[in-house]
């Protein structure tokens, strides 16, 4: 795959990278506006990657208005934003099994809306969708990996 550098043309799959926060907000912005509104996107990377700044773009895009009420769910496990179609933004680092999960009753959400799953790689989700990989490369930069990921 090609390093794309045109943050304005997003294609998955795809690289990417970003120099700033508001480079990551503008791509998954670009990303979040071609999505239809029944999607998973599964946030894959380190503490500190950019996980939630990339759910910032994905709502702008997804025409949430004010990008101050997208916040990283890490203690309340599940946050909901309403734009052209509801986003429910999951975070399962404190997720240990299916069982947690279904808990939550994310299952619910399926074909309601745009399910963004941060440390998605915590849990095997059989489900297809959009795997966004984030690596960091230095203060601000990050390399970005678009995939789709398919059924199990």
């Given at each position: 795959?090609?390093?794309?550098?045109?943050?304005s043309?997003?294609?998955?799959?795809?690289?990417?990278?970003?120099?700033?926060?508001?480079?990551?907000?503008?791509?998954?912005?670009?990303?979040?506006?071609t999505?239809?509104?029944?999607?998973?996107?599964?946030?894959?990377?380190?503490?500190?990657?950019?996980?939630?700044?990339?759910?910032?773009?994905?709502?702008?895009?997804?025409?949430?208005?004010?990008?101050?009420?997208?916040?990283?769910?890490?203690?309340?496990?599940?946050?909901?934003?309403?734009?052209?179609?509801?986003?429910?933004?999951?975070?399962?680092?404190?997720?240990?099994?299916?069982?947690?999960?279904?808990?939550?009753?994310?299952?619910?959400?399926?074909?309601?809306?745009?399910?963004?799953?941060?440390?998605?790689?915590?849990?095997k989700?059989?489900?297809?969708?959009?795997?966004?990989?984030?690596?960091?490369?230095?203060?601000?930069?990050?390399?970005?990996?678009?995939?789709?990921?398919?059924?199990?």
């Amino acid at each position: 795959m090609v390093k794309r550098k045109n943050l304005s043309k997003i294609s998955v799959p795809g690289i990417y990278q970003t120099n700033s926060a508001e480079e990551t907000i503008a791509l998954a912005q670009n990303l979040g506006s071609t999505l239809k509104g029944q999607e998973i996107v599964y946030l894959i990377g380190e503490l500190g990657a950019g996980k939630t700044v990339f759910t910032k773009g994905l709502a702008v895009g997804l025409g949430v208005e004010d990008i101050n009420q997208v916040c990283s769910p890490s203690f309340t496990l599940i946050n909901i934003y309403q734009g052209k179609c509801p986003i429910f933004h999951l975070d399962l680092y404190r997720v240990n099994s299916m069982d947690d999960l279904a808990t939550l009753g994310w299952e619910d959400f399926l074909g309601q809306g745009v399910i963004v799953i941060e440390w998605a790689e915590k849990l095997k989700l059989e489900l297809a969708g959009i795997e966004v990989k984030m690596f960091i490369l230095g203060n601000s930069k990050r390399r970005i990996e678009l995939n789709w990921r398919k059924s199990l």
